[in-house]
């Protein structure tokens, strides 16, 4: 078998083949600085867990395995992998997934020498971070091709401020050792070329080496960065490959840098979003991220949109959304797993969040300020839903209008159906969901109760205040409340003296 890397330029991509590659994940830290219960890297970026990031990005190079390096957190970290990777195609078919333990943490090295016995003795091993959440596929598959299988290859970058960083000595271009920001002399921490926490290394190498590990210095660690010292030592050739996309490489400590990093992740979603057409108010205010299913599986949140799609501020998308040709979203809308079809309309302060059984809002159909559509609301075509209207799994077929104060749920409402402002379909008799039916062309009069199962026959009005609990046949007037009487010259109580 070939080792290592083939690469095949192709135009500005590199497409390149890789055989035995084995890509170890360090997750083993306890990220004292989030001050959560919450292992680190559990913590959402776009709605997804870091760790979960790092193993989508993983997965896309096809490695033969994948070892995820735990500790703190290590039940639930493996239980979270287990439930990413049954998600990914690749798994089984492709690669293969290992937890090994570290415990305790005594340093990057240690961490890699626990992941030794699921490595093989050829080949090429990644070393990622299970905090930094943003490497992207191409900047691996570039190293991948540096280490070409017998180099040691480290990714770097330059920073403005490299304190805390390990720092890149250089002896003229050659790379002679990565020495920790700790162990740094006065002049060493001068330089600002900086170890990002990735490499690719020869397995082969790596063994040995990492059998040579010390920690002899300032943190009393297994440093894995000592490596590149034993490289040299041996021989073995050494290549930095500098990246200037500070944020594939930032990593996540605090709260403050999760924040940090999720901003800037939006703002390149948001202008990837642009560049195809979308119209955004405001790049720096809006957000796409997985929902709570896709924090569970892995997923990230996905956004399609057609042409002509405008997008207000302060908007938040989940899980799978599709936008038709020409829709508006107004601002401040919160849109999950839904489908808005041409030309659909969402004004200010909506919520639409279809779960796992989807909302779909059909072509010219309007909806809000202030609508809620919950999981199952199907509306049709020209469909209108006014302010303060909760429906949730429930039709509206063409034409029908619920505009204000109304509660919708487990109804199937017919053509051209005019729902008056504060009608309530009461769906639940303490035990059970019932259905209510509104045939087409129903007038249903304000502040009306349709008690389930019911069923207003088509063409069929009732009258305001209803509480129906019989279904009416069509096109009838139905009236279910007391008569309204006068009593002529009805004197009202005087106080008493
Ligand atoms: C490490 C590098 C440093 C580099 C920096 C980039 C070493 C010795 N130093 O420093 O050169 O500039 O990353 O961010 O490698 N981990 C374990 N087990 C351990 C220790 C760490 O799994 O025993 C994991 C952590 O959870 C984390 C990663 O390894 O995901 C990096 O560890 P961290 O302590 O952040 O290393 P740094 O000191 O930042
Ligand atoms: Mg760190």
Redesign the pocket.
């Known amino acids: 078998m070939v080792q290592g890397v083939q690469v095949i330029k192709d135009g500005s991509e590199t497409a390149a083949s890789y055989a035995n590659v084995s890509v170890v994940?360090?997750?083993?830290?306890?990220?004292t600085r989030m001050k959560s219960a919450l292992p680190?890297?559990l913590h959402r970026l776009a709605g997804r867990a870091l760790l979960g990031h790092v193993v989508g990005t993983a997965a896309q190079l096809e490695p033969d395995r994948l070892v995820v390096?735990?500790?703190?957190g290590a039940m639930e970290i493996e239980a979270a992998l287990a439930r990413w990777i049954s998600t990914i195609a690749t798994f089984d078919s492709k690669t293969s997934l290992q937890c090994v333990r570290?415990e305790?943490?005594?340093?990057?090295?240690?961490?890699v020498q626990q992941a030794v016995p699921a490595l093989p003795d050829d080949g090429v091993t990644l070393i990622l971070?299970?905090?930094?959440p943003l490497i992207a596929t191409p900047t691996l598959q570039t190293l991948l091709a540096a280490c070409g299988g017998t180099q040691l290859a480290l990714l770097t970058v330059t920073m403005a401020d490299p304190t805390?960083?390990?720092?890149i000595v250089r002896n003229g271009e050659a790379v002679q050792a990565?020495v920790?920001?700790k162990d740094a002399t006065a002049q060493q921490r001068e330089i600002r070329e900086?170890?990002?926490?990735v490499m690719a290394v020869p397995n082969a190498q790596l063994k040995p080496w990492l059998a040579r590990l010390r920690n002899d210095n300032a943190?009393k660690?297994?440093?894995?960065?000592?490596i590149v010292k034993f490289a040299v030592a041996d021989g073995v050739a050494v290549v930095a490959t500098q990246t200037t996309d500070t944020v594939q490489?930032d990593?996540v400590?605090s709260p403050v840098q999760l924040a940090q990093l999720e901003r800037a992740h939006q703002l390149r979603q948001a202008h990837a979003l642009m560049e195809q057409g979308v119209r955004l108010a405001d790049p720096a205010r809006f957000d796409l991220r997985a929902d709570a299913r896709g924090y569970a599986s892995g997923q990230p949140g996905r956004l399609v949109c057609a042409q002509d799609v405008e997008i207000d501020l302060g908007c938040i998308f989940e899980g799978q959304v599709s936008l038709g040709e020409g829709v508006r979203i107004g601002a401040h809308c919160v849109v999950a797993n839904a489908q808005i079809e041409a030309g659909a309309v969402i004004h200010p302060y909506s919520h639409i969040d279809g779960e796992a059984l989807g909302v779909v809002v059909g072509p010219g159909a309007i909806v809000g300020p202030f609508a809620r559509l919950r999981p199952g609301a199907q509306l049709g075509a020209d469909v209108h839903i006014g302010n303060f209207v909760e429906v949730k799994n429930s039709t509206l077929a063409p034409g029908a209008k619920a505009n204000h104060l109304t509660y919708l749920g487990d109804a199937t409402v017919g053509e051209r159906v005019n729902i008056g402002a504060g009608t309530i379909t009461a769906n639940y008799d303490g035990a059970n969901k019932h259905r209510t039916v509104i045939e087409a062309d129903v007038h249903i009069g304000s502040n009306s109760v349709l008690v389930a199962p019911v069923t207003i026959g088509a063409g069929g009005t009732v009258g305001a205040s209803s509480a129906v609990t019989k279904s009416t046949p069509p096109g009838a007037l139905t009236v279910v409340r007391g008569k309204q009487v006068s009593i002529e010259g009805w004197k009202r109580p005087v106080k008493k003296a």
């Open positions: 994940i360090m997750a083993a830290g306890k990220g680190k890297v390096v735990t500790g703190h570290q305790p943490q005594l340093g990057t090295g240690h961490a971070n299970g905090d930094v805390g960083y390990g720092r990565i920790e920001h900086i170890y990002t926490g943190q660690e297994f440093y894995l960065t000592d490489v990593g400590n």
